[in-house]
């Protein structure tokens, strides 16, 4: 069904090439982009440009805020894309207001519009509102910032045909920014990327992991009070938390009884997904928590929020609790740690629920929505 697919750096361009070469040797960046593969899709249909590491380096550092950077980027990739037009592709699939000059060309040319909008609109302002709450861990955003990225991703919605969404709560968003686009939405939830080659878990009791690389937004505050509670009451509990890489994270005092692992390789996170007795994310706002659906690909109870996107139902196949309430994390982690007869309904019941969020499940829902469009 593709007729093209556009990026930006990548194993296939020129740049990305250069870095294969070299990367196992210098890592970093280089060795990031050295391994930053498409899988699963022929080359010659792979359109993969440098453009935008060629613009960022010329332009020398800035600090324009990440939304302005992003949509300055964006520009530029819309700009290599015009030139290689749409082929004879009659549909657009983009994620969010990703290319929006390039949404704008694609639909003069007759071309429908789906918009994939993979994190609840709104998700902005909910951390800018936590980071007014929590002071030093993160900067606010102005009210100008916020109106822009608003206006970006109000922009994408109008001009979609289609708006597809992860999970219900990302629905919600979508209708609550822009209701004219209430009538667009088709739900469509992902599935995990990580499998476990039959392999279930085997927990190490009292071992809670935590894993996100955005810690106000995922609620890591949160779990360093429930930390510091537990570890308290219970010595030997083990709290883990990978995907931060912030020293001053680190050194913050609250934090003392978190344990950091850096960022972790697949293998490594799914031996942490494996060995965890529960997986805790207490998120503010999600699409679909990637790291929710893998840890119940695991067979890893949950503790979690409506907001991470996933069908969990409460007491059955997980836990749930609302974001921001530390006193119902503490209740609901001691409760997964002492009743060991729920957490073993808890994963066991899961089985059924990771069904759903399969990449074959999400590959047969997108396509049937696709072909029925």
């Not at 002071?135 to 206006?151: I, R």
């Amino acid at each position: 069904m593709l007729s093209r697919l556009y990026t930006d750096s990548s194993q296939h361009s020129a740049l990305g090439r250069i870095c294969r070469r070299l990367g196992r040797r210098i890592g970093g960046p280089i060795g990031r982009l050295s391994n930053r593969e498409i899988e699963g899709v022929p080359p010659e249909k792979i359109f993969s440009t440098d453009a935008i590491f060629w613009s960022d380096l010329f332009r020398g550092r800035r600090h324009d805020a990440p939304i302005i950077q992003c949509h300055r980027r964006h520009k530029t990739l819309s700009r290599v894309m015009q030139r290689r037009g749409t082929a004879d592709a009659d549909t657009l699939y983009t994620m969010y207001h990703e290319g929006l000059d390039f949404i704008r060309y694609a639909k003069d040319k007759g071309l429908r519009i789906i918009v994939d909008v993979f994190i609840h609109p709104m998700t902005d302002r909910i951390v800018n509102r936590e980071s007014l709450t929590h002071p030093g861990w993160q900067t606010p955003m102005t009210e100008s910032v916020l109106e822009f990225a608003d206006s970006l991703i109000w922009q994408a919605l109008e001009l979609a045909d289609v708006v597809l969404c992860p999970s219900q709560w990302v629905a919600e968003g979508v209708s609550a920014l822009s209701p004219a686009a209430a009538r667009k939405i088709r739900t469509c939830p992902y599935g995990s990327s990580i499998t476990y080659d039959g392999r279930v878990n085997d927990p190490a009791p009292g071992r809670v992991f935590y894993a996100a690389a955005c810690p106000l937004r995922k609620g890591l505050p949160d779990l360093a009070q429930a930390a510091n509670v537990l570890k308290a009451k219970y010595p030997l509990m083990d709290f883990r938390v990978a995907g931060i890489t912030d020293p001053a994270i680190y050194r913050r005092p609250e934090c003392r009884n978190l344990t950091f692992l850096g960022n972790l390789s697949g293998a490594q996170m799914r031996e942490e997904f494996l060995s965890a007795d529960m997986f805790v994310l207490p998120t503010h706002a999600e699409g679909l928590a990637s790291a929710v659906i893998e840890a119940i690909a695991a067979g890893c109870p949950v503790i979690t929020t409506r907001q991470a996107g996933v069908s969990i139902r409460d007491g059955v196949d997980g836990m749930l609790l609302a974001p921001g309430d530390a006193e119902a994390l503490v209740a609901a982690i001691e409760k997964m740690y002492c009743d060991r007869n729920l957490r073993a309904t808890l994963a066991a019941n899961m089985r059924e629920l990771a069904a759903e969020y399969t990449m074959q499940a999400w590959k047969e829902r997108l396509v049937h929505l696709l072909r029925e469009m």
